[in-house]
């Protein structure tokens, strides 16, 4: 695991950590998904499809770029009835290319509903060699560099 739930007042929020860009936006997507699961339900054994995701993000702003990949996974969920499970990721300039896996989203037991991705608190950020990004609490650990930073916060 690479994504640790990040404390918040009112919602819920998560930090994943990965060598590049798309790792991180993929450890916060499978950290999504776990998030709203219940404890302890897997979905190893449902039958698994692989499409092709294609999201458009008009921006260079990797925070937006963060959000628009999450929103586009609750969609899927929501509307498509498709559970992410697992993706490998191409940021390219004007979209992002997704390889998806996922299970149809009606076998997913969950607990939890995320509504909403926020801009609030919202990073995907480069960490430098030998940066630090400092822990929060005892819940989330330090990570030093190189490597990228995924933070964002769901209203719930």
């Known amino acids: 695991m690479s994504w640790w739930i990040l404390p918040t007042t009112a919602d819920i929020?998560?930090?994943?950590?990965?060598?590049?860009?798309?790792g991180a936006?993929?450890?916060a997507a499978l950290g999504m998904q776990n998030i709203q699961m219940i404890t302890g339900?897997?979905?190893?054994?449902?039958?698994r499809t692989?499409?092709?995701?294609m999201?458009?993000?008009?921006t260079e702003d990797y925070g937006r770029v963060l959000v628009r990949w999450l929103e586009e996974v609750l969609y899927r969920a929501q509307a498509e009835g498709e559970w992410l499970c697992e993706a490998v990721i191409e940021i390219l300039d004007g979209?992002?290319?997704?390889?998806?896996?996922?299970v149809d989203a009606d076998l997913v037991q969950r607990e939890l509903e995320i509504k909403a991705v926020t801009m609030h608190e919202v990073a995907l950020v480069e960490v430098g060699p030998g940066e630090v990004i400092e822990?929060?609490?005892?819940?989330i650990p330090s990570f030093e560099g190189p490597g990228w930073m995924a933070q964002v916060v769901f209203d719930v």
Request: glycine share 4%; hydrophobic share 40%; no cysteine.
């Open 41 to 47: 339900a897997a979905n190893s054994d449902s039958p």
């Open 135 to 139: 822990g929060v609490d005892s819940d």
């Open 25 to 27: 936006m993929r450890e």
């Open 50 to 53: 692989e499409s092709t995701w």
């Open 55 to 58: 999201i458009h993000t008009a």
């Open 95 to 102: 979209r992002i290319d997704v390889v998806a896996s996922w």
């Open 13 to 22: 929020g998560l930090r994943a950590f990965s060598d590049d860009a798309a």
